[in-house]
């Protein structure tokens, strides 16, 4: 079963824009990732915060989580037609029967137009 | 370093059939993760597997296996296919060492069609 859900499920914007892309998720967690994926093609890691920490750049990347409203939020800033993917949170869940094992939320569908 | 590769990168079978899929982890990573990419019903995990041993696996029937091998290359293996089973698979490997789940890096991921 889905752990996370993600909102909105689709979302376009024109370039320059920024975009935000919710998360929220069902149990306690070591981590939680982003992920991006073209066109059903292989996932490609974003930008990972650990269950401590609140908030993580990375280049035009900005992370947040509160893990007492179970949530995380990805901000890409001055989005441009290349970031057009789907976007995917992932989560490490607490617990040794949960190595290795990411829990994915349905993704949202970023579209960037020119 | 070398990705994650993954053979093939597409496959075509019929119901009944069963089929192997083939995935080499970046050197050096020792666990290898199996999911699942369906439009209906999202990535879900199927096994993992660190130094040859299973150690966590989804709920999926026991038509859906795998093994590693003492170099990290893993295989997962569906027997019985059913049209059901069409679907991107992707495996994801990273270090292992930890116990909790860190970052892990996907291959491109094998097209299976059942027809």
């Known amino acids: 079963s889905q752990q996370g859900e993600e909102d909105p499920q689709a979302l376009s914007i024109q370039e320059g824009e920024n975009a935000t892309m919710n998360c929220s998720y069902k149990?306690?967690?070591?981590?939680l990732q982003w992920y991006r994926q073209n066109s059903g093609r292989g996932l490609v890691h974003l930008i990972l915060?650990?269950?401590?920490?609140r908030e993580k750049h990375s280049g035009r990347l900005r992370v947040t989580l509160d893990t007492s409203k179970k949530s995380s939020s990805l901000l890409i800033t001055a989005s441009r037609a290349a970031d057009t993917a789907s976007y995917f949170c992932?989560?490490?869940?607490?617990?040794?029967?949960?190595?290795?094992?990411?829990?994915f939320g349905q993704g949202t569908t970023l579209q960037v137009k020119p | 370093k070398a990705g994650v590769t993954q053979t093939p990168r597409y496959l075509i079978k019929t119901r009944g059939q069963q089929v192997t899929l083939s995935c080499s982890p970046i050197?050096?990573?020792?666990?290898v993760s199996w999911y699942q990419q369906t439009p209906g019903q999202g990535l879900q995990f199927l096994f993992e597997?660190?130094?040859?041993?299973?150690?966590n696996k989804g709920n999926f029937p026991g038509r859906f296996s795998g093994r590693q091998f003492s170099n990290s290359r893993s295989e997962m293996n569906v027997s019985t296919l059913e049209l059901g089973d069409s679907a991107l698979y992707l495996c994801?490997?990273?270090?292992?060492?930890?116990?909790?789940?860190?970052?892990?890096?996907f291959g491109p991921g094998t097209r299976l069609t059942v027809l």
């Open positions: 992932a989560t490490g869940v607490v617990g040794s029967s949960n190595t290795g094992k990411l829990i």
């Open positions: 050197s050096g990573h020792r666990s």
């Open positions: 915060i650990r269950s401590n920490e």
């Open positions: 994801a490997s990273t270090y292992g060492g930890q116990t909790i789940t860190d970052t892990q890096y």
């Open positions: 597997y660190f130094s040859e041993t299973q150690r």
């Open positions: 149990t306690s967690i070591n981590n």
